[in-house]
């Protein structure tokens, strides 16, 4: 069974630098793509962006470029989620989400779903 | 890229259908991209309905998906207590994902 395991709550200051992890384990981490995805308190879900892990590629949403940077070691099956200068409209529940190979009868491609998540790692950020 | 409408709630008695609906463009909800989740609050988002109509391994026949145009809609039959939760659609395009902003499904 796959599993996307997060890293711990995080309490930060504006200005500071955080980056935050989900390890993946129960399948090859090359064999998918993970996505980050952030609610801020009692909203709704926002796609911020997603690495192939395999060569490092990565896409990211318009409203998050430039202000996050995602990552990923295949040594420790780990995907990241950087940011260099936080900022108070960055508190928040990040989640990872995996994209996985999907096949059919007459080829194999990268699903446009999301079918695992982690379980989320709470961001908060006060002077 | 702007996100998908869905109705923000959306209410059913035990036993009833709830369609929820999702409104996007030809650019996103206009291809068969379309997924769905569930959220119970306080945990992660479920996989509930890939590619418009697919049911993964494990998700209860009684949610169904389906598009008409640029519209996708998912529709719960036989509703359940545990049905309770919230509920979003996503779509992809152009290697770039957009959600909707969510519906509260309230069982009564």
């Known amino acids: 069974e796959v599993q996307l395991v997060q890293s711990g709550a995080e309490i930060m200051k504006p200005g500071e630098s955080l980056r935050i992890s989900c390890k993946v384990s129960?399948?090859?981490?090359?064999?998918?793509?993970i996505s980050w995805v952030r609610q801020m308190p009692g909203k709704g879900l926002e796609w911020m962006g997603r690495i192939d892990p395999s060569d490092s590629y990565t896409t990211y949403s318009p409203s998050f470029e430039g202000h996050v940077t995602i990552s990923a070691d295949k040594s420790v099956n780990t995907a990241y989620l950087q940011w260099n200068s936080l900022k108070a409209s960055d508190t928040a529940l990040y989640y990872c989400?995996?994209?996985?190979?999907?096949?059919?009868?007459?080829?194999?491609?990268?699903?446009?779903?999301?079918?695992?998540w982690g379980q989320g790692t709470r961001v908060s950020v006060s002077s | 890229q702007s996100a998908l409408t869905q109705p923000a709630s959306v209410s059913g008695s035990p036993g009833q259908s709830i369609t929820i609906s999702c409104t996007g463009t030809?650019?996103?909800?206009?291809?068969?991209?379309v997924s769905w989740y569930q959220q119970h609050p306080g945990k992660a988002p479920k996989l509930m309905i890939y590619?418009?109509?697919n049911r993964p391994s494990g998700v209860s026949i009684r949610f169904s998906g389906s598009k008409s145009g640029n519209t996708a809609s998912l529709t719960i039959s036989r509703l359940q207590p545990e049905d309770e939760a919230d509920y979003y659609c996503?779509?992809?395009?152009?290697?770039?994902?957009?959600f909707g902003g969510g519906t509260k499904l309230t069982v009564l």
């Open positions: 989400a995996r994209h996985p190979v999907h096949c059919t009868t007459t080829t194999c491609y990268y699903s446009n779903w999301f079918d695992s």
């Open positions: 590619e418009v109509i």
């Open positions: 996503s779509s992809y395009t152009s290697d770039t994902w957009v």
């Open positions: 030809s650019s996103d909800v206009g291809y068969n991209y």
């Open positions: 129960g399948d090859s981490f090359i064999s998918y793509w």
